[in-house]
């Protein structure tokens, strides 16, 4: 994009506002949004030919081989303009590089296409978020060990081979004591005897 004379005053005249403010005149205001409105369409015929270019370079990579001049043309004059060769083309000049144009189109094309994926990864990297670092963890409490199963002698095994021992025999039952009948009240405690009484005087004289 190239400014006028006249444009480039304009320019200067916003700069050296911007570094030392100071009330503006109002030709100086109106000269300042005319540039801007002058900028702002260059941008959008700039969007529209670039549009128009990527077009027609799409159409003439469809048809090569047959294209192939003109297809170089435009593609040089797409990466002039800042266009980034995609796989496409790529592929089309690795298929086309016995031509000598072709081959150095196709260097100078893997240079600028490492270039964005470098740049494109490096923004991705920047935008994503920081790992978190994952928590520690504990190791379990120990558990006793669990206890051992008694091991059963199954039938058919080892000890069916082995000859029975005779039964040892077991010793006769003592017989108990035998237990003291409990005494009776009557035993513990015998019975009070009576006193005899006396005999009459009559008897005692008798006799």
């Known amino acids: 994009m190239a400014f006028s ?13 911007a570094l030392n403010p100071a009330p503006l005149q109002d030709e100086d205001v109106q000269d300042c949004l005319r540039l801007a409105e002058s900028v702002d369409d260059a941008v959008r015929e700039a969007g529209r030919l670039r549009a128009f270019l990527l077009a027609d370079l799409t159409r003439y990579r469809e048809t090569l081989p047959g294209s192939l001049t003109g297809y170089l043309e435009l593609l040089q004059d797409a990466l002039g303009a800042g266009y980034d060769p995609g796989a496409d083309d790529l592929a089309a000049l690795r298929a086309l590089r016995a031509n000598p144009r ?10 600028l296409a490492e270039r964005s994926v470098r740049a494109r990864l490096a923004r991705l990297s920047q935008a994503a978020p920081a790992p978190v670092p994952p928590r520690p963890v504990l190791p379990a409490p120990a558990q006793p060990p669990a206890p051992r199963a008694r091991l059963l002698a199954l039938p058919g095994g080892r000890a069916a081979d082995e000859p029975k021992r005779p039964a040892t025999p077991k010793p006769p039952a003592t017989p108990a004591p035998a237990k003291r009948p409990a005494p009776k009240p009557s035993e513990v405690f015998p019975p009070c005897r009576r006193p005899v009484p006396p005999p009459p005087p009559e008897e005692r004289a008798a006799g």
């Open 5 to 17: 004379a006249d444009e480039l005053r304009v320019v200067r005249r916003a700069l050296a506002t």
């Open 102 to 111: 072709a081959a150095a189109l196709l260097e100078r094309c893997q240079v």
